[in-house]
């Protein structure tokens, strides 16, 4: 596939809506890619099929506070830094990035590195949506671990974290990034051609422009939200897809627990009276509940969405009073599995499973 | 004694307020000498009450047209833009996705220098006065007489841009200097781009204010004046000369206001009907809620505080169409109504002309529409209530029965209950609704800062805050005793341990009309 700088917005709004409410605001990862490709040209993006089994994947992301997100990006020069500093702690350079999120600010962050490295990036991701975490990984499922990786501030300042697991790693690279000022740039998952194949979540890049392209499409013909649902049931893995809700936000409660932002929004009919719709929320949207009721639950993807417009609203951008469509959408199945469950399932964030899947719940 | 003065881009607006009570009103249309307009609108509710000039104590203006002209791109000068962030953000250059015909006005002059904070206020990178300096050079041999500052994290330390305001002064002491840290909220890049808006209004700003000043000199009004900013609160004249941005969408914030004023209820649907739009907000506490989403102007996303409206084609103006069904606008008359409409001789069916035939308003010559079906004039009110009823519901957030306001000169539109709300108002002199929300427009101040509420609590941390808010407030000008809290948000900082949470507080009062001082 290709990306133009003209694709930049439909991309950005696709990446938005799999970030299913977290990922940080996709705006600035537009201006940052929007900038690299004015500066260094359109990156090359390979598909993953044309990976060589030996060849050497790096995935590359932000980490850090959607809130600190917003006023401090990326510098750049902290992007190359990362992808060096991990090429000189394993020997070798990179034969190709990949997202490890499709959601969000990530999605867009390694289309940077790709065109200003000119290592070509490939079309899919570790998560075909976005998580919190970064053992919340496909790779790290099916037993690739995370590390090393390297963390780099944009004053570049960089360390390199091995760790035992995934999560370990996840709770070292979170106190570094914090002790770097909460906008840090990562390079992980340093994964063989044939992980990527096997594994990844594929031809995401693609999807994502093709949902932001049904929006636009949609609002162009007066029905924005219909295009998008439309869309997501012509593809292979969001296929099962439908609007669980469509009201106001009556009422929103945020607490942080060790660092996470956790809360829950509550829905009701414009009509003001008929079942109502709870979200709750961790950085991403987790669980939909109508009177009580789970109808879509984690890993499955949960959207809010601007009713008029089909615009995906971010968790920090919830607000009492607005107008809104919930849309749920199923997961490719690998990201079903009962391993992958373990990891990203609804019990992984605390919540009651068991998991079922989105097309087996009827709804109220 | 005190006058509001609301110059629209149609109409030019007069009231003269005595306490609570409205002494006198005039509509008239803006003219483009702005202060020709404010003159005769003043002149004439002067000489309606038989007061004089010196009977005023203060006088609030609300205007469209700095947003109007930014809009336009018209009387914008070229603007210099310093960034203090470097090594951070040098990823996003200032302007990155400005629309190149307002690139083509105001430039691309832009620098990057190292300085800026973190998220908690402490130091990310030392301040490269230097660098800084130089850049400053580099302007002033261009010519630039308007530069806009955006430090990292300048809400919450805003000592750098201070200190960049004192430098660019010393290199060029007549320059109109902008800090991003007076104007935005978090989010370098929509605050950076209301800053460069508003350096771009520099010229203009003074000549607008200064044409204020000369049409309150020509009639011998010697008291201050204000101007209403977008949140339903006052900034000295000498303030909008620096800040003119600030006024962007006041014009719905004080109608919304003056509708609570006018009606006494603080918690209503306010429906602002005009020629060719209604626009629809919800008020709080006698303030309009304000839109989450984030604000495009003229092409330029900003993060501005910005009342949460929905509009909708419906106006006195609106067209209607009888072929095939029935429809109500979206298409007006506009100003033309007054030619163009049945009811004045014209050949075109307007909302208007329906209310008249139905009984409703007594407006123009109720002969010319004698021809009408009873069955279209009944249709088409149906219809006209139908539509504001169909924006009711959308902008209400729960069941709750509300009242519902209805300002504007197209108000005479509605006649009966909205399903939805709890009775149908429309006050005295709700034509001139947003001359009286700006001339009872308040004094406001707002803190928006990040605090560690592990470390200070949750309650230390709100209280210190709002004294904080408060102090700002008293010191712009608000009665001490009048100061209340309008709106406090907190949003946790995810991934941050130690409860670490930015927190906004918005308080406003009365302005103190005992300590305004006459410029004599």
């Not at chain 2, 605050?191 to 209004?201: C, D, F, P, Q, W």
């Not at chain 2, 008020?283 to 509009?311: C, H, Q, W, Y």
Request: charged share 25%; proline share 5%.
């Amino acid at each position: 596939m290709k990306l133009e700088l003209t694709d930049l917005e439909d991309f950005a709004r696709g990446a938005a809506f799999l970030g299913t409410g977290g990922g940080g605001d996709p705006y600035i990862g537009k201006l940052l890619a929007q900038h690299a490709i004015r500066e260094f040209g359109v990156p090359t993006i390979i598909e993953p099929e044309d990976l060589a089994d030996d060849a050497l994947v790096f995935a590359i992301a932000m980490l850090g506070a959607p809130t600190v997100l917003v006023e401090k990006a990326a510098c750049g020069d902290d992007i190359d830094l990362a992808i060096d500093k991990l090429s000189e702690r394993l020997g070798r350079r990179p034969d190709a990035l990949i997202p490890i999120e499709i959601g969000g600010v990530n999605s867009t962050v390694p289309l940077v590195a790709s065109a200003r490295t000119g290592i070509p990036l490939v079309n899919a991701d570790g998560m075909g949506r976005a998580f919190p975490e970064i053992q919340m990984v496909t790779f790290n499922v099916y037993g690739s671990k995370p590390t090393p990786l390297s963390v780099v501030d944009e004053h570049l300042n960089s360390a390199i974290i091995d760790a035992k697991d995934a999560k370990t790693a996840e709770d070292l690279v979170r106190s570094v990034a914090i002790q770097m000022g909460l906008s840090v740039i990562t390079a992980n998952y340093p994964v063989s051609g044939d992980v990527v194949k096997k594994y990844a979540i594929k031809h995401t890049l693609t999807i994502a422009l093709e949902i932001g392209r049904a929006i636009s499409q949609g609002r162009k013909e007066g029905c924005p939200v219909e295009a998008l649902v439309n869309y997501l049931r012509s593809t292979k893995y969001y296929k099962h897809c439908k609007i669980l809700y469509d009201g106001k936000i009556t009422d929103i409660k945020r607490e942080t627990t060790k660092g996470f932002s956790v809360g829950f929004c509550r829905l009701e009919p414009l009509s003001g009276s008929g079942d109502s719709m709870e979200v709750v929320f961790q950085n991403e949207n987790l669980a939909a509940k109508i009177n009580g009721k789970m109808v879509t639950m984690v890993p499955d993807l949960i959207c809010i969405v601007d009713r008029e417009t089909a615009e995906p609203v971010p968790v920090e951008a919830l607000r009492y009073g607005q107008r809104v469509k919930i849309i749920g959408a199923s997961v490719p199945p690998i990201m079903r599995t009962p391993e992958a469950l373990d990891i990203f399932g609804p019990q992984a964030f605390g919540l009651d499973g068991p998991y079922t899947p989105i097309e087996d719940i009827v709804m109220p | 004694m005190r006058i509001g003065v609301d110059v629209g881009g149609t109409n030019t607006d007069a009231v003269l307020m005595d306490g609570r009570n409205v002494i006198a009103a005039q509509k008239t249309p803006t003219t483009e000498n702005v202060s020709d307009g404010i003159v005769k609108a003043i002149t004439s509710v002067l000489d309606q009450s038989g007061k004089s000039a010196n009977a005023v104590k203060c006088v609030m203006i609300g205007t469209t047209q700095f947003t109007n002209a930014f809009v336009e791109r018209r009387n914008l000068v070229e603007v210099g833009v310093i960034r203090i962030s470097l090594p951070a953000t040098r990823g996003i250059p200032p302007m990155t996705d400005w629309p190149d015909d307002i690139r083509s006005v105001i430039g691309s002059n832009f620098e990057m220098i190292r300085g800026g904070y973190q998220y908690d206020g402490r130091l990310n990178s030392e301040f490269d006065e230097k660098g800084f300096r130089e850049a400053v050079k580099r302007f002033k041999s261009r010519g630039l007489k308007a530069i806009a500052i955006s430090g990292l994290f300048s809400p919450v330390n805003g000592e750098m841009e201070d200190r960049a305001e004192e430098i660019i002064l010393k290199e060029i002491p007549d320059c109109n200097v902008t800090l991003s840290s007076r104007i935005g909220r978090i989010g370098l890049i929509e605050r950076e781009n209301a800053a460069i808006m508003n350096a771009s209004l520099a010229a203009l700003s003074v000549k607008i204010v200064a044409s204020f000043r000369k049409a309150l000199a020509d009639l011998g009004i010697l008291a201050p004046f204000y101007i209403s900013q977008n949140d339903g609160t006052l900034m000295k004249a000498e303030f909008v000369e620096k800040y003119p941005v600030l006024t962007f969408a006041s014009g719905p914030t004080n109608s919304m206001r003056g509708a609570a004023y006018l009606s006494g209820i603080e918690d209503a649907l306010v429906a602002d009907i005009g020629g060719t739009t209604t626009d629809i907000g919800m008020l709080t506490k006698g303030f309009p809620r304000e839109s989450s989403l984030t604000v495009d102007i003229g092409g330029v996303r900003t993060n501005f505080r910005m009342p949460d409206i929905f509009a909708l084609g419906l106006g006195g103006g609106s067209i209607i169409t009888t072929e095939g069904d029935l429809k109500v606008g979206p298409k007006s008359v506009g100003y033309r109504l007054t030619e163009d409409a049945m009811v004045f001789g014209g050949d075109i069916l307007t909302s208007t002309d329906i209310a008249v035939a139905a009984g409703y308003a007594d407006i123009g010559r109720k002969s010319h529409i004698s021809h009408l079906p009873e069955e279209l004039i009944a249709e088409a009110v149906e219809r006209i209530h139908h539509i504001v009823a169909d924006g009711i519901d959308r902008m209400k957030t729960s069941a709750d029965l509300v009242p519902l306001i209805l300002v504007g000169g197209g108000a005479v539109l509605i006649n009966r209950d909205i399903p939805g709300t709890l009775k149908v108002i429309i006050p005295e002199h709700a034509g001139v609704a947003n001359a009286i929300g700006a001339s009872i427009a308040q004094v406001g101040g707002e803190i928006d800062r990040v605090f560690s509420y592990d470390t200070v609590g949750r309650d230390t941390a709100i209280s210190e805050a709002k004294a904080e808010a408060i102090s700002v407030a008293v010191e712009a000008g608000a009665a001490p005793d009048t100061v209340q809290v309008i709106d406090i948000e907190e949003v946790p900082l995810a991934y941050i341990p130690g409860g670490a949470v930015r927190l906004r507080i918005k308080v406003a009062g009365e302005l103190n009309l005992d300590n305004v001082v006459r410029a004599e």
